[in-house]
């Protein structure tokens, strides 16, 4: 009994680190993803803060849905990239910004559901 649990928490583990969301390290990094493909959704965090880490999991799992494999997912940790967080007017995280061909087409703070989140991203990105 012990050793299934212990292998589905390592196969839990191992999807969700292998998620598709790609860690931002420089502004022109983020800018070229932008630029680079038609739908792009960047999430602005910080591993100290309490609703960003009740979203990770939820971002997470939606960049791993097939249904959104159209859509690039980007993660910046503000508070590690302080100057990235600051040329896109990071004011309170965590912050999503969604981009379609390069454009801004929604910037939003706080939290959401999953349900409210895949609701956004069928809004802004139809697939």
Known sequence: M?????QALVIFAVSYI???VINISSLSQ?????????????????DSC???RGF???Y?????DAT?????????????NQSIAAHYTIKSIPALHFYKNGQLKLAESGSKT?????????VYFPQ
């Open 18 to 20: 292998n998620a598709d």
């Open 30 to 46: 983020l800018q070229d993803i932008i630029a680079k493909n038609d739908f792009v959704v960047v999430k602005f965090y910080s």
């Open 114 to 122: 999953s349900s409210q989140f895949r609701a956004l991203l069928n």
């Open 50 to 52: 309490g609703p960003c």
């Open 56 to 58: 990770a999991p939820i």
């Open 60 to 64: 997470k799992a939606a960049a791993g």
């Open 68 to 80: 959104f494999k159209s859509i690039v997912f980007v993660e910046v940790n503000a508070a590690y």
């Open 2 to 6: 012990k050793m299934r649990y212990l």
